[in-house]
């Protein structure tokens, strides 16, 4: 396996010069290419998304992966008291960011990671928090889906944290608006037609993920849900829920992805981005386009690793398919921001954080 792995990522290395080739397992387009030949590079976005459901793009503008993996490192680096004062309130009861933050490891599951995550919202608003709409005391969904971020302290040895993140933020944005134009010209739309879904404060999530490897635990301490024959699973087997996700692995193996029920290794390579979509998107193209399941092993290693969740606005109508056809789907939500939180309020890392009762559909 490893020779072959390894044959992989000399092929993917030696076509990221050569745009919109077959590379490997997967298709890769190059941005800056993209711009001049927008056509191709939307067919070749289309028959990735139709069949593998992931593809590589590279030669993103201002993009260095090591830039992004030091801010990742020095973050999770931090001691852990530092990071709870950032820990959203459903571990940190004290603390009041709900949405956004840190996400402490919890132990005992499949998923075996800490995160941070930062909105598009700007800095935590502790004026806006104090006057959040309350429904029998509980928050108002759309106030927590736009909480502003809550940052380390400046560190004079390392001062670039958060200019550093913000800066990624807005490229994977742009890599984003980019992508979904492609999209849009890949389903034959004009290629701004897409774009009224993400027109102002868009619910986007940036994630660093940091994952301590489980290899040296005791068995007893790692739960069954976790193995899979050889495997040790730090994040089980998913479909990502919403529109576009674009991920650094920045040197890393562990990415698996399931095509036709095997798992398939997902090779690194140097300052790209992986992209794939989430069961939302595949919902209004009308199934043409996979949100295909994936999952991430333990590499032994500590993993570092950053997606960036491209969602559209709170109000954005979700209601219809891109060519019009009304979407049934459980909940019969209508506007992405309700749909987004309730989703988001099933997984384990949310389990006790209060989303509100008043579902807006
Ligand atoms: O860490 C990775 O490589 C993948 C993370 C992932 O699938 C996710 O956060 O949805
Ligand atoms: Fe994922």
Redesign the pocket.
């Known amino acids: 396996m490893e020779t072959q792995n390894g044959d992989v990522i000399l092929q993917n290395s030696e076509k990221s010069q050569n745009s919109m080739k077959r590379n490997g397992p997967l298709e890769t387009i190059d941005l800056a290419a993209a711009l001049e030949t927008p056509k191709d590079a939307a067919k070749v976005i289309s028959r990735a998304l139709e069949n593998e459901g992931f593809l590589y793009i590279v030669n993103i503008p201002d993009f260095e992966s090591a830039e992004l993996l030091k801010a990742t490192k020095w973050f999770f680096n931090l001691p852990l008291n530092e990071k709870m004062t950032l820990a959203r309130k459903a571990f940190e009861p004290e603390n009041v960011n709900t949405f956004r933050g840190y996400n402490p490891v919890i132990p005992g599951g499949h998923s075996y990671k800490e995160a941070f995550e930062i909105g598009m919202f700007g800095d935590f608003d502790y004026d806006k928090h104090k006057k959040k709409t309350y429904i029998d005391s509980r928050p108002l969904m759309r106030d927590i889906a736009m909480e502003g971020n809550v940052w380390p302290d400046y560190d004079p040895q390392y001062p670039k944290f958060k200019d550093t993140i913000i800066k990624y933020c807005d490229i994977y944005r742009k890599t984003g608006e980019q992508v979904l134009q492609l999209i849009a010209l890949s389903l034959g739309l004009e290629k701004t037609a897409l774009d009224h879904l993400f027109q102002s404060n868009i619910l986007a999530m940036f994630?660093l993920?940091h994952y301590p490897s489980r290899v040296n635990f005791s068995r007893s301490e790692i739960p069954d849900e976790a193995i899979d024959g050889d495997e040790l699973i730090t994040?089980g087997a998913?479909a990502?829920s919403s529109y576009i996700?674009l991920?650094a692995?920045f040197d890393n193996w562990?990415?698996q992805m399931q095509q036709k029920g095997v798992w398939i290794d997902v090779p690194p390579i140097k300052d790209s981005l992986l992209m794939n979509i989430g069961a939302l998107m595949s919902e209004l193209v009308g199934g043409r386009f996979r949100a295909t399941i994936?999952r991430?092993v333990d590499l032994g290693k500590d993993r570092f690793?950053a997606?960036f969740f491209y969602s559209p606005s709170f109000d954005a109508d979700i209601s219809k398919t891109y060519d019009g056809k009304d979407i049934e789907r459980p909940g019969q939500y209508k506007k992405y921001g309700p749909w987004m939180l309730k989703r988001t309020s099933q997984f384990k890392e949310y389990s006790s954080t209060d989303f509100g009762v008043y579902l807006e559909k």
């Open positions: 994630r993920l994040t998913h990502d996700t991920l692995t562990g990415l994936h991430v690793s997606p």
